[in-house]
């Protein structure tokens, strides 16, 4: 017996708002924003989309995996009737694009080659309309330039040992302990974070849909 999916909860006439990814410090952009929402986490191969697209720039790259994600879920039965929001950054570096670097000595290669120079985060945003039983999708791009300071090898050894840069693009935050090598930040700093809501509000406005009706909702809730 297959079980029923669960409903979203919505405030009347607004669609409820679906983050497709699983990302700590995406949501708690979303919840400091005041806009409520549901996590539910894509199956996408991002290896498999990389892999796919060996000609697509950084840039584009973060905007291919943000709509792999958000098309991903909104096919999903449970979120019928809401708004999917995919995100992915990509993190350019001497024109290569650097992702999550998974191993100790992959994140010190990077960060010893990043003290004291400057790399581009691009964040891919793609918001799918999975509302009246016509799918509709719109994407956007924001990134920002990040400038890092000197790092010495005790500090980048102290940083790796943390654990933190080794599931991050580019192997650094802005919003954990990597902000304390972060120099100069030159565009929206929630674009490093992974999430810009000035982006979101432009694709929601697309929708019709208004970013300050979920502060509303966020009140009745």
Do not use: Q
């Not at 993190?91 to 990077?110: I, S």
């Not at 810009?196 to 300050?212: E, G, K, P």
């Amino acid at each position: 017996m297959t079980a029923t999916p669960p409903s979203l909860p919505s405030s009347g006439a607004l669609a409820p708002l679906v983050l497709a990814s699983k990302s700590p410090a995406r949501t708690k952009l979303l919840a400091e924003a005041g806009i409520p929402h549901r996590i539910v986490v894509s199956a996408v191969d991002e290896d498999a989309v990389v892999a796919g697209h060996p000609d697509a720039s950084p840039a584009d790259m973060a905007l291919l995996l943000a709509r792999a994600k958000a098309e991903a879920v909104a096919s999903l039965p449970e979120v019928e009737g809401a708004l999917v929001l995919g995100c992915d950054s990509v993190f350019e570096f001497d024109g290569e694009a650097l992702g999550k670097p998974y191993t100790v000595e992959v994140a010190t290669e990077r960060l010893r080659a990043m003290s004291g120079r400057s790399g581009i985060l691009h964040t891919g945003h793609w918001l799918v309309d999975c509302r009246d039983g016509i799918v509709s999708s719109s994407g956007e791009l924001c990134s920002a330039e990040v400038e890092f300071t000197e790092m010495s090898d005790d500090d980048i050894a102290a940083y790796v040992a943390t654990g933190e840069p080794l599931h991050c693009a580019g192997s650094f935050t802005i919003d954990g302990l990597g902000g304390a090598f972060l120099a100069r930040v030159d565009g929206d700093p929630h674009a490093v974070v992974g999430l810009s809501i000035s982006t979101l509000r432009t694709l929601l406005s697309r929708a019709n849909v208004r970013l300050t009706d979920f502060w509303a909702a966020a009140v009745v809730r």
